[in-house]
């Protein structure tokens, strides 16, 4: 079958082995001093390794190659590794959208009768040891810090903290971070069980009450469907927070622009390749920030 996976130039490669902890799953050794793809099975092409290359030997290429298979990485590879290795494996999936990968590998777990680590309080220790007071951090496999999932919940931002007096500095609603689409982890715990905000990027700009109108209350990512690249992604994470995150409703606020429409087909998409079914509001805002319409589609 054609997929994406890693491909090593030899040339560039120098052997030091810098992109072989960033393979958790084990498909890349060093041998006869380079860095080489050992099993096809065993790459889930998603490229964590690449970030780690100081060279710029590694890509992504679409080829044919035998098919991944979680189940196999997990009992091979990852599972002997503890609980600390799995909860990482866990989060780069879900950081990639990788739905069905997470299902299999909660379903190996259950198997083996291997407790889910992301319900262990103590493995997600080492990742809040360094977070402020009342932020709630979880574990993060590498990558930058700007998209470790951070949760607000602490701060109780009511919608009476939000309607201060007037005078008074305007509090954010945001309960969380990352908010971009292609940072956010689906499975995150603020989306757990939430009413999702999705927005395109210039709402906010657009509506001078953004905050108090749309955010009460409301878990958040925000997109453009013009811009933005891998629409593919945006669907399998919008699949994976119904299903595995259970989010109650969505609420896609757009500009009344032609483009802007991109966003409810990915919601569409989302919604035909999960399982669960979801409640979905449309919110047309004007340029000049007026609410144009909301309905329940």
């Not at 590694?58 to 035998?66: H, L, P, S, V």
């Not at 951090?137 to 109780?156: K, L, N, V, W």
Request: aromatic share 4%; glycine share 8%; net charge negative.
């Amino acid at each position: 079958m054609k997929r994406q996976i890693i491909t090593i130039d030899e040339k560039r490669c120098t052997g030091c082995g810098d992109c072989i902890p960033g393979c958790p799953e084990g498909a890349l050794q060093v041998i006869d001093g380079k860095a080489r793809l050992i099993s096809d099975l065993f790459c889930d092409g998603l490229g964590a390794c690449i970030g780690h290359c100081p060279t710029g030997a590694m890509k992504i290429e679409t080829r044919e190659a035998e098919p991944y298979d979680e189940k196999r990485v997990l009992h091979e590879s990852i599972a002997k590794g503890g609980a600390n290795v799995i909860a990482a494996h866990l989060h780069h999936l879900m950081d990639h959208g990788q739905s069905d990968f997470v299902q299999q590998a909660l379903e190996y777990l259950e198997e083996q009768g291997i407790a889910n680590p992301l319900d262990n309080e103590a493995v997600r220790q080492p990742a809040t040891q360094h977070a402020h007071a009342g932020h709630q951090h979880e574990p993060h496999a590498g990558g930058c810090p700007g998209s470790r999932a951070i949760d607000f919940s602490a701060h109780d931002k009511s919608e009476a903290a939000v309607a201060m007096m007037p005078g008074a500095p305007v509090q954010s609603a945001l309960r969380q971070w990352p908010i971009q689409l292609h940072l956010v982890s689906p499975q995150a715990p603020y989306f757990q069980r939430s009413d999702l905000l999705l927005a395109a990027d210039c709402c906010a700009f657009a509506v001078g009450d953004f905050h108090g109108s749309f955010m009460q209350g409301k878990s958040l990512a925000i997109a453009c469907p013009k811009l933005d690249s891998e629409m593919d992604i945006y669907i399998d994470k919008l699949a994976a927070m119904i299903d595995l995150s259970h989010i109650n409703t969505i609420t896609v606020a757009i500009m009344e622009v032609p483009c802007c429409g991109g966003l409810m087909s990915i919601v569409a998409e989302a919604l035909r390749k999960a399982k669960r079914r979801v409640p979905v509001k449309k919110v047309l805002i004007s340029l000049q920030g007026k609410t144009l319409s909301e309905e329940w589609v």
